[in-house]
């Protein structure tokens, strides 16, 4: 079991938490496929209180590595790009008609590629272990909750379908944005 702290192991303990998230985002998918959001949501969210730790862990007993990082990214792309593009896709964007279904699609896409972006441009500027101040930029994490913040407006009938393409543009937009985020 040396494996867990051995920073060099693909299946240290940060990474098996990031797997864990992975794992979340997984399953998150197929429930959005069953349109039990509800339950899509819940394992949305343990994924990101796994994404919350598996940082805190690789920091403490230095597990950090290149492995790690990548491994990370792709948790993130899968648990807060395309997690909450999809339920918001089946959820909201499936009601719209003519125009605005691929206007929805076409913004969906554009929305998956500025994460997919991002990720990639934090990837090659990060270094094992280092953590700045500030994110430049919404994390893809934050862009999550907001796009869960506007599935509930929608929800709740407090936006229409067609706000929250709005709403997914100008989200996507700050994925990449210069705006400056503490880090937590």
């Known amino acids: 079991m040396a494996f867990i702290l051995d920073s060099k192991s693909h299946f240290n303990l940060a990474n098996l938490f990031t797997m864990v998230n992975i794992t979340c985002g997984l399953a998150a998918t197929y429930l959005i496929t069953q349109n039990d959001f509800y339950h899509a949501i819940i394992l949305a969210w343990i994924g990101g209180a796994f994404?919350?730790?598996?940082?805190?862990?690789?920091?403490?007993?230095?597990?950090?590595?290149?492995?790690?990082?990548?491994?990370?990214?792709?948790?993130?792309?899968l648990s807060f790009v395309l997690v909450p593009v999809f339920l918001i896709f089946q959820a909201v964007y499936t009601h719209l008609e003519g125009g605005w279904f691929y206007l929805a699609g076409i913004v969906s896409v554009y929305y998956v590629i500025s994460g997919l972006r991002r990720l990639i441009q934090f990837n090659?500027?990060?270094?094992?272990?280092?953590?700045?101040?500030?994110?430049?930029?919404?994390?893809?994490?934050?862009?999550?909750?907001?796009?869960?913040?506007?599935?509930?407006?929608?929800?709740?009938?407090?936006?229409?379908?067609?706000?929250?393409?709005?709403?997914?543009?100008?989200?996507?937009?700050?994925?990449?944005?210069?705006?400056k985020v503490p880090h937590p």
């Open 124 to 179: 090659i500027d990060a270094e094992a272990g280092e953590v700045g101040k500030f994110f430049v930029g919404v994390p893809t994490p934050l862009g999550a909750i907001l796009l869960w913040l506007v599935y509930l407006a929608y929800t709740y009938s407090l936006v229409p379908a067609e706000s929250v393409i709005m709403f997914m543009i100008v989200i996507g937009w700050l994925l990449n944005s210069k705006v």
């Open 51 to 77: 994404d919350i730790f598996d940082g805190k862990i690789a920091r403490k007993f230095h597990l950090s590595n290149e492995f790690g990082i990548q491994l990370d990214s792709f948790a993130d792309f």
